[in-house]
């Protein structure tokens, strides 16, 4: 069956740094991956989407990488803040979509 | 605003009182789907609608019903609701008729059934 895991732990970073969060698939053959955030409470908020064909991808202090071979993502905050504090969730799928469990960055002043 | 929004927000009810949550978004989206968030397990796509009255299955689409009569609206349908349905909603819509195109979702509805 088609499988997403996204790092089991939680993140703890220190402002400034760099986070990487790591999303692996199995059974899967994506065209797409996307990059959610959700805050506690809240619906998710897309951040990054990322096809097949794109090795990588930037926004603002973020960086995804797509790996079909590995079948893995890397999702980067670079210069981390207090403010990126959330969960971040991976996604696949053309029709129906499916979300990794996510994982929570915390990042301390 | 462009805005997806459910109601209600929060629901308590009993095992087996029908209920029905809303969605509606004003964005002209084509693609309306439902998910349910649960502790661990992540997000979990009930149904989706690719364009009106297109509907179909998600992963976990049990004891849940849906119509999409209108563009706007996608109304999730609990006919007789267990306490394995008690959970955190989200309806969703996007663009196109792929979940290629941006998810934009609605603010949940926390429903617990006692």
């Known amino acids: 069956s088609q499988k997403i895991e996204q790092n089991s732990e939680a993140l703890n970073i220190q402002e400034g740094k760099t986070a990487t969060l790591t999303c692996n698939y199995t059974n899967y053959s994506p065209a797409y991956l996307q990059w959610y955030r959700q805050d506690p409470g809240r619906g998710p908020v897309f951040l990054l989407l990322?096809?097949?064909?794109?090795k990588e991808k930037r926004k603002e202090r973020l960086k995804v990488t797509f790996d079909t071979t590995l079948k893995q993502s890397l999702f980067h905050i670079t210069a981390s803040q207090p403010a990126d504090s959330a969960t971040y969730l991976c996604a696949l799928g053309d029709y129906k979509l499916s979300f990794g469990a996510g994982t929570t960055v915390t990042v301390r002043a | 605003e462009a805005q997806v929004t459910q109601n209600p927000r929060y629901l308590i009810t009993v095992t087996g009182k029908k209920l029905t949550v809303t969605c509606s978004q004003n964005?002209?989206?084509?693609?309306m789907s439902w998910y349910r968030q649960d502790p661990g397990l992540g997000l979990r796509q009930i149904y989706y609608?690719?364009?009106?009255?297109?509907?179909d299955k998600g992963d976990v689409p049990e004891g849940y019903k849906v119509s999409r009569k209108e563009k706007r609206n996608f109304p999730l349908i609990l006919e007789s609701p267990s306490p394995n349905q008690t959970s955190l909603y989200f309806c969703a819509s996007s663009w196109g008729q792929l979940v290629t195109d941006t998810q934009y979702f609605g603010p949940g509805t926390r429903l617990t059934v006692l």
């Open positions: 609608s690719m364009n009106v009255e297109v509907t």
């Open positions: 964005m002209n989206h084509e693609y």
């Open positions: 990322i096809r097949e064909n794109e």
